[in-house]
C-alpha cells in the first residue's frame, strides 16, 4: 500500500474511531449495514470517475446521469412493461453509449473534458426531466424485478448487495487498472500523453475507453440508486454525486492531472465521505452543515498531505 | 559628442570586452569581445553552439557574466534583469516571436506599460492609439491599432516585436534570425526597415545563418566559435568561403574512432528509403534520401534546417504532407507513431523527457511501454517476464541504476538516453532515427552511446543520425547527409566528409 492510501486509511480509521467513541450507535448492526449500503454504491461510480480522473480528465456527467436513466429505468419496468433482464442490458448500454460519445468528443474533437461532461451534466438533467414531465417516477409494486430491488436493498449473508457488488466491481477494475496492459497504458496516457504516442499507444482509444468505463459504471449504479431512493424524482435525484466520486478519487489519491490513483484509494475515499455523512447524522450536528463538514474534513486533509509532503521532499534535498 | 574626452568611445553604442561565462562543466564564453557603433549592422556568426545566444543572453539580462565588461554609450553598465536590459535601450526580436496574439496591434507595443486616464486606471485608448500609429509610422507600416495580432502574417507580428523594441527608445536591437519564418519578399521589407533604422542612428545586431542576408546587411561580421571570437570581417572582406572557414576552423580531437570499412556490401538494396518527403515546416522541399543496411548516416545542418520536423514525419508524430518510406523495397505506413513502429522504425527523440520517457514512471515500466504485448498473456502483463526483460536490457546496455524500480526521472542523462534506446531494442528495429542523440549527455556515456549505435548498426539496423554536434556527426557517420531550410543540399561520402565541406553545405 502507499503513502496516500495508507495515510487516509489512518484517516479513516482515526475517525471511525472518535465517532464510534462520541456515539455507540456507529457501531450498530443498522448502521454499519446502511453505511456499507451506500459506501457500495457510491463506491461503483466514484471508481468510474475516478479512472477517467487517472487519464488527467474528468467526468462531471454521472450525477443527471443517474436521473435520466433512472426515469428510463421506471418507464421500461412500470409503464412499457420491459423484461427486467433486457431494462438492464439497455440501461448498462446507455451509461456506456453517453460514455463513449463524451470520449469521442473529448480525443476526436479535442474537446477539454470538462466542457463536454459539463454539457452532460445539463443535458442529462433537463432530458430526464422532459421525459418524466418534471414529476416523480417510481416502482410501484411491479412484479418481475424482484431481483433487481434486492440488488439494491438485500443482502448477502448479511453483507448489503450493493457492498458486495463494489468489492465484484472493485476486483475486476484492479486487474484492468493494475494488472493489464490496458491499465498500464492508461496510467502513461495520463502521466505524459505525448511520451506514450511516441511508444506507439493509441492514446485517443485508451482515453476514450476510460469514459466508457465510466458511463459503464454510472449505468450500474443508476440502477442500484434508483431502487434504494425506490422513487426518481428527476430535478434532485443524483444531484451533486459527481462530486463525492471525483472527492473520492482525489482523496485515494488520484491527482488531477492524471497519472495517479489507485482502485483501492478510491474506495476508501468513497468510504471517508460516507463515515463523515454518517457522522454529521450521529453527533447532531445539524443536517444542513452536511457539506460544510465535508469540504472542512477533505480542506484540512489535503492541507496536510500537502504540508507533509513538502516537509519530505526539503528533507530529501 | 565633441565635448567628450573619449570621442572613440562615445561612437560606440556597445562595447562588449573580454565576456566570459562558465556553466557547470562547460565554458560557454571565453573572453569574448563585440563592439558595434551607433547606427551600425553588425552579423553575428558561428555554428550551433559557439556561444552566440549565451551572449546575447548576456545583453538581455538573463545571464550574468562571471568576467568582462559592458558599456553602453561608453559608460559601463551591468545588467541583472530583462528589466534593466530594456532600460538600457536593448531591444530583442526573438526567433519565436513573443507576441500576445490576442490582443490588438497597440496592447502588444504598449503591454506593461499602457497609458491610463482617470482614478480607476482605465486604458487611455486614445492616446495609446495615436502612439501606436506614430511607432508604426516610423516602420513605414499603416496598420490599424486595433487589428489583432493573429490577424497579422508572420512577418508583421515580427515587425509588432521591432515596433514595441523601437517605442521603448531601443538603442541596440537584436535579431535573432529574424527572416527564418518569412517570405522572400517579407524579407526584402525587413531588410528595408533594417536599413531605415540603421539610418536613424540604431545599433543593430543580426544574428543569421544565411550568407545572402549577412552579405547585404553587415556594416561587420563578428565570428564566433568555441565560445570564443574567431575573427571580424569588415564589409568588403565578406566571402562565403573566408566566412565558412573561420565558423569550423578548428582541430578535430582524436575522441572518435571513425569506422574505416565502408558499410556493408555495397550492391546490397537500400535498407530505408524516403522519397519526395514534404514536411508542414518546409511545404515546398521535397527530400529523398536512402540508408543501407548496417549503415549510419549523419544528417548535419543548422538549427531550423527542417531535420527534426523530417524524423517527426518519418516516425508519424506529424504526418508528412507528401512522400513515401520503403523499407526493403516495400512501402509502409507512417500515418502514426503506432504504424511507423509496426514498420520497425523507432525515434529516440532529441527531448526525452517530454517525449522519450514517462519519468514518473519506472525504468521496467519504460522500458517495456512499447512492447507490452510480448510481455502479456490474454490483456494481463506477465510481470516476471517483464521484470525479466527490464532486467536484461539494464545490464546489457549497463544501465546505471538502483534497480528497475526506480523512476526514470532519477537517472542522469546518458541512462535515461539507454532507457530510451532499450525500449526499442527489445522489438525488431529495422530502422533507428535519432536525434541529437548525446544532447546533455556526460563524455562516458556518449561513447557508450556511440558504441551502442554503431553495434546496432553491424546487426543490420539502418541509422538516421541528426546531430548539430560535428565532432559527433564526423565521428560516427558512415555518410553525411546535409539539410539546408528544408532542403537536402549533399551528402557527403566518408572520404569527401570535413568539417569545411559540411558548413559550406549547411549555410549554401
Partial sequence: MRRKELSILILLLVLCAIVAFMNPQFLSSANIQNTSRLIGTYGIFSIGVGIVVITGGIDLSVGSMFALLGVLLSMMLTEWHWPAVLVVVVILALGAGLGWIHGLLITRLRLQPFIVTLCGLLLYRGLARYIAADSSKGFGSGKGFQWLRDLATGSLFGVPMPFVLMIIVGLVMWMMLHRSVYGRHLFAVGRNEEAARYSGIRSRNVIAGAYVISGGLAGVASILIAFYTNSVSPSSHGNFYELYAIAAAVLGGCSLRGGEGSILGIVIGTALLQVLRNLVNLLDIPGSLDFAVMGAVILIGVIADQILTSRKSESRL | ?508
Fill in chain 2, 1 to 508: 559628442m565633441t565635448n567628450s574626452p573619449f570621442p572613440d568611445l562615445m561612437m560606440h553604442a556597445l562595447q562588449m570586452s573580454g565576456i566570459s561565462k562558465r556553466f557547470p562543466g562547460v565554458t560557454a564564453l571565453d573572453s569574448v569581445s563585440l563592439d558595434v557603433a551607433r547606427g551600425e549592422v553588425v552579423a553575428l556568426v558561428g555554428e550551433n553552439g559557439a556561444g552566440k545566444s549565451t551572449l546575447m543572453k548576456i545583453l538581455a539580462g538573463i545571464h550574468q557574466p562571471d568576467s568582462g565588461t559592458i558599456r553602453i554609450n561608453g559608460e559601463p553598465v551591468a545588467i541583472r534583469s530583462p528589466r534593466e536590459s530594456a532600460s538600457h535601450g536593448i531591444g530583442i526580436i526573438h526567433q519565436e516571436l513573443e507576441v500576445i496574439d490576442s490582443l490588438d496591434i497597440a496592447g502588444n507595443v504598449f503591454l506593461g506599460r499602457e497609458p491610463t486616464r482617470g482614478p480607476l486606471r482605465f486604458i487611455d485608448r486614445e492616446k495609446i492609439d495615436a502612439d501606436t500609429i506614430a511607432v508604426l509610422a516610423r516602420l513605414n507600416l499603416r496598420l490599424s491599432p486595433r487589428t489583432l495580432v493573429r490577424d497579422l502574417s508572420t512577418a508583421h507580428q515580427q515587425m509588432v516585436e521591432i515596433a514595441r523594441a523601437i517605442s521603448l527608445n531601443a538603442g541596440i536591437l537584436i535579431m535573432d534570425e529574424p527572416t527564418s519564418s518569412l517570405t522572400l519578399t517579407e524579407t526584402e521589407q525587413l531588410f528595408r526597415v533594417v536599413k531605415d533604422l540603421r539610418g536613424a542612428g540604431v545599433s543593430i545586431i543580426y544574428i543569421s545563418h544565411r550568407l545572402s542576408e549577412v552579405q547585404e546587411l553587415a556594416d561587420h561580421v563578428v565570428v564566433l566559435r568555441d565560445g570564443r571570437n574567431a575573427g571580424t570581417l569588415e564589409r568588403d572582406q565578406i566571402h562565403h568561403d573566408a566566412l565558412v572557414q573561420m565558423m569550423v576552423g578548428r582541430d578535430l580531437n582524436s575522441f572518435y574512432t571513425p569506422r574505416q570499412s565502408p558499410a556493408g556490401p555495397s550492391s546490397e538494396t537500400d535498407c530505408f528509403e524516403v522519397k519526395q518527403m514534404r514536411t508542414r515546416r518546409y511545404p515546398n522541399s521535397e527530400v529523398s534520401f536512402a540508408v543501407r543496411r548496417g549503415e549510419i548516416l549523419g544528417l548535419a545542418g543548422l538549427v531550423g534546417a527542417g531535420r527534426s520536423e523530417l524524423a517527426a514525419a518519418i516516425f508519424g508524430v506529424e504526418p508528412p504532407l507528401s512522400g513515401t518510406v520503403r523499407i526493403h523495397g516495400v512501402e509502409v505506413g507512417i500515418q502514426s507513431p503506432r504504424e511507423a513502429i509496426r514498420s520497425g522504425i523507432y525515434l529516440i527523440p532529441e527531448d526525452r523527457r517530454s517525449f522519450g520517457l514517462i519519468t514518473a514512471m519506472t525504468v521496467r515500466e519504460n522500458i517495456t511501454l512499447p512492447a507490452l504485448a510480448q510481455y502479456s498473456s490474454s490483456g494481463f502483463i506477465v510481470r516476471s517476464a517483464e521484470e525479466a526483460v527490464a532486467q536484461k536490457m539494464c545490464a546489457e546496455l549497463k544501465i546505471k541504476t538502483p534497480s528497475v524500480e526506480v523512476a526514470a526521472s532519477n537517472l542522469s542523462g546518458g541512462n535515461q538516453q539507454k532507457v530510451v534506446l532499450a525500449k526499442w531494442l527489445s522489438l525488431d528495429p529495422k530502422v533507428i532515427l535519432f536525434d541529437e542523440p548525446t544532447r546533455g549527455i556526460d563524455v562516458g556515456a556518449k561513447a557508450e552511446i556511440y558504441q551502442l549505435m554503431r553495434r546496432l548498426a553491424d546487426q543490420g539496423v539502418a541509422i538516421l543520425m541528426i546531430s548539430s554536434d560535428m565532432e559527433e556527426i564526423l565521428g560516427n557517420s558512415d555518410r553525411v547527409a546535409v539539410m539546408h531550410e528544408g532542403r537536402i543540399s549533399g551528402i557527403l561520402d566518408r572520404p569527401e566528409c570535413s568539417q569545411e565541406a559540411i558548413m559550406r553545405l549547411a549555410v549554401a
